[in-house]
């Protein structure tokens, strides 16, 4: 249900998208597709450096389409299994949102956090802090893919912070968790440090080799 109403979301937002999420850069309709482990092997790898770092450089939380839902409300619209009301000011009631990462379901939107799938400060770490503003604030807001976002239990999603797979993974489904998490840093281009890719590389290891299709957003 997820991936189904996402890409009708993406469908009926495609102009938005077109501007929001992509430079205009000749490369941005790419397509990547190869297996998992060929994926993980595919990342560069470069050491990771935070300097400068600051959360506020990603403008994130934006209402693109001015239709006042902005882009955490748009994912949990998208990702519900009971679709909401949506009442004045993008105010949800009665809906039902599933969490992966535990594996438990929530009715109050409050008690699910949209957790960037590569933490701001991972991707600032892996090629995001010689972005544009702008790009930023597309990677922050990326609505054009259903992998970058994704609503899952607060607690959980404040436990994993900015870290990347080599020191938390959620408790369950992992190797779908590698899966985006690998198909983010293909879609925008980023690196992984050392630590990183050998941690990927042995999860992948341990999952079906899934071919990963995504198209670049840089």
Excluded at 71 to 91: F, H, K, M, N, W
Excluded at 178 to 186: D, I, P, S
Aim: aromatic content about 8%; hydrophobic content about 35%; some cysteine.
């Amino acid at each position: 249900m997820r991936r189904s109403a996402l890409v009708l979301a993406a469908t009926l937002t495609a102009p938005l998208l077109i501007s929001m999420a992509r430079p205009a850069t000749a490369e941005a309709a790419v397509t990547y597709s190869a297996p998992l482990r060929t994926a993980v092997a595919d990342l560069p790898v470069a050491v990771e450096n935070r300097t400068g770092y600051d959360r506020d450089l990603f403008n994130h939380w934006i209402d693109a389409d001015g239709d006042g839902c902005n882009t955490r409300y748009e994912v949990l619209i998208a990702e519900a299994d009971d679709p909401p009301t949506v009442g004045s000011g993008c105010q949800l009631t009665g809906g039902r949102w599933f969490s992966y990462y535990d594996r438990v379901s929530w009715t109050n939107p409050s008690d699910i956090d949209i957790d960037h799938m590569v933490p701001l400060a991972e991707a600032w770490d892996s090629g995001a802090s010689s972005w544009t503003s702008g790009q930023r604030q597309s990677y922050a807001n990326d609505l054009g893919d259903y992998r970058p976002l994704v609503g899952v239990t607060d607690n959980v999603n404040q436990a994993k912070g900015d870290q990347d797979p080599s020191t938390w993974m959620p408790q369950y489904d992992k190797c779908r968790y590698l899966r985006e998490f690998v198909a983010v840093k293909v879609r925008w281009r980023l690196r992984v440090d050392s630590a990183e890719k050998s941690a990927m590389t042995s999860i992948a290891n341990g999952c079906t080799n899934t071919t990963i299709t995504v198209t670049r957003a840089i």
